[in-house]
């Protein structure tokens, strides 16, 4: 039975339509001033090339290896840019993901509302917490998809917390949650605690074994989704991405990454936070949707430590779950507020304000301070790089970049473009990186972290310098049996200076890297080239390996 809606009888919301549209104003605002791209979001423009030069869903022609796990955002630029072919694609992408930013802070607003009931200024504190939130906004300019997952997941959550209350969205909310995996696969995860949410409240609301509901919501979910599985099973010939087996680790203790990811976000945004909302959720008073987001919150929390956490800067996987999360903690504040105020009678209605308000801008200051603080700043927090000899963020004289991720960006576009121009057609690259490198160039590469290869996905894991979550896998003795024309060690080395061999050994990142270089083999048959780009800045030199015979013995 639907429970009834709690805004039923109440006035209409005082502050309008237009205070979320003000919010999402303030975080497109936000997200242009930090203007955060990863390299990662590279590898699915690749995919988008290739598809729209006729090759197909590949990374290199004629190679069918997924090496994606976003489908639908792929899928999404791709028709985009069929349409309007003179765009940007990194453009495009950020603008998107921009635009599904604003989307779920308005979709969390009218949810505060139509859900838990919040006609006032409580009914904005979510989207105030998703406008400063650091991870929220610096994915929104990535280039991957992380704000589509984002918009889609609280969508279909919102329809089902809906339907639960009014009996409404069903169809809605099984349309949405079949599309969810196509943005990632880890999706199936939250649609799975879904259906099993589902089919305990059915059988608890009507005192029996009651699945047909249940059944039709899943018979939709299986049926979309169910299409889509079996062409990408059928094109690619993998029951799961190859990104999956890339990532995967073995012999390296998971877990304690992945609790050290939790704990690392949680300390750095405010554990004190979120305890409003933990004691709410440990009242005896139930509320169907609060459980029922708490549920997927946790739930996705717990698969962020069995997969090790994440690689990426900025706690890419907290983003998923943002909108969630901080609609949860809005729902504490609000209470606490209401259960402090009648207690204190004797108080200025004033002075409780005030005081909750304090902790508020304090809990908002803390859930932006991972950029605020670079980008306010930054002569305060700039670190060094080591493998480049650069400090980031940049204050002008060395260079400008804020984030070490776009430099790596363009320094591989750099190193793409030269071998564009001077390697012969269709040359073989071996690279660490996978995303710029490959992208700005038509060459084939060969992804020595697998993700697009599948050999080295399938590899064991290896712990050659600090372990990183996605980043341990490799071979270096497979990456020479394919003869590449060029080796691009060093984390692709297009630096200030020029490097001869013993400091080159000082460069190499991974498992392939530091494979192929004791590899006497290499050794004999790669020369260290050395090419000056500029006089002056960061990227003056490229340093790479070239094959010593010539390409035509090759072919002969």
Same mark, same amino acid.
């Given at each position: @039975? ?9 006035? %209409? ?17 936000? #997200? ?8 990662? =979001? !590279? ?37 985009? @840019? ?19 930013? #604003? ?6 607003? %009218? #949810? ?35 704000? @589509?997952?984002? /918009? ?15 009996? %409404? ?20 995860? /939250? ?47 993998? /029951? ?8 995967? @680790? ?15 976000? !949680? ?85 409780? =304000? ?73 040359? /073989? ?36 310098? !600090? ?10 003795? +497979? ?6 024309? +060029? ?51 960061? !990227? ?17």
């Amino acid at each position: @039975m639907a429970e009834p809606s709690p805004t039923a009888g109440r006035p %209409r919301p005082v502050l309008g339509w237009y205070a979320p549209v003000l919010l999402a104003l303030a975080y497109a605002l936000h #997200c242009r001033v930090l203007n955060y791209v990863s390299d990662d =979001g !590279f590898i699915s423009f690749r995919y988008v090339q290739n598809w729209l030069a006729g090759n197909g869903m590949v990374y290199n022609a004629g190679e069918r290896v997924e090496g994606y796990t976003n489908f639908l955002w792929v899928a999404f630029l791709g028709a985009v @840019m069929r349409i309007l072919p003179s765009l940007d694609l990194l453009r495009l992408a950020q603008f998107s993901g921009i635009l599904f930013g #604003c989307l779920t802070i308005w979709l969390v607003c %009218r #949810c505060a509302r139509t859900v838990a009931g919040e006609t006032g200024p409580w009914g904005l504190l979510a989207g105030a917490f998703l406008a400063v939130h650091t991870s929220f906004v610096a994915w929104a300019t990535s280039g991957l998809e992380t704000l @589509m997952f984002a /918009l889609l997941l609280f969508s279909a959550a919102y329809a089902y917390a809906d339907f639960l209350q009014s009996g %409404r969205h069903f169809l809605r909310s099984a349309v949405l949650f079949s599309l969810l995996p196509m943005v990632r696969p880890d999706g199936l995860l /939250l649609v799975g605690v879904t259906g099993l949410h589902f089919v305990v409240r059915e059988c608890r609301s009507r005192g029996k074994l009651d699945l047909k509901r249940p059944l039709a919501w899943g018979l939709v979910v299986v049926a979309i989704y169910g299409a889509y599985f079996v062409a990408r099973h059928a094109y690619y010939g993998q /029951l799961l991405p190859n990104t999956f087996y890339a990532k995967v @680790m073995t012999g390296t203790d998971q877990y304690a990454l992945g609790w050290k990811y939790l704990r690392s976000y !949680f300390l750095m945004n405010g554990a004190f936070v979120f305890l409003p909302a933990i004691w709410l959720l440990l009242r005896r008073g139930r509320r169907a949707w609060r459980d029922y987001f708490a549920l997927l919150v946790f739930a996705y929390l717990g698969y962020i430590v069995y997969v090790g956490g994440d690689g990426l800067a900025f706690f890419r996987f907290i983003a998923h779950i943002a909108p969630l999360l901080y609609l949860l903690v809005q729902d504490g504040y609000a209470e606490l507020y209401r259960e402090i105020h009648p207690r204190l009678p004797r108080a200025p209605h004033w002075s409780i =304000g005030s005081a909750l308000g304090a902790l508020i801008a304090i809990s908002l200051a803390f859930t932006t301070s991972q950029s605020a603080q670079i980008v306010l700043f930054p002569e305060r927090h700039r670190w060094f790089e080591g493998h480049s000899g650069l400090r980031f963020p940049g204050l002008g004289p060395d260079h400008q970049y804020r984030w070490f991720d776009n430099y790596f960006v363009d320094r591989q576009k750099v190193a793409a473009r030269w071998l564009e121009q001077n390697a012969p057609p269709n040359s /073989l690259v071996a690279s660490t990186p996978a995303g710029s490198i490959a992208y700005h160039m038509s060459h084939r590469v060969i992804d020595m972290l697998g993700l697009n290869d599948i050999h080295i996905a399938h590899t064991e894991s290896g712990n050659i310098g !600090f372990p990183r979550a996605g980043h341990m896998k490799g071979d270096g003795k +497979y990456v020479l049996s394919r003869r590449p024309d +060029y080796i691009l060690l060093g984390n692709v080395a297009v630096l200030p200076f020029a490097l001869d061999r013993e400091r080159f050994a000082e460069k190499l990142i991974r498992k392939s890297e530091h494979e192929i270089w004791a590899e006497p083999e290499f050794h004999r048959d790669y020369e260290l080239v050395s090419v000056r780009l500029q006089e002056e800045g960061v !990227f003056q030199y490229f340093n790479f390996f070239r094959r010593r015979e010539p390409k035509s013995a090759e072919s002969s």
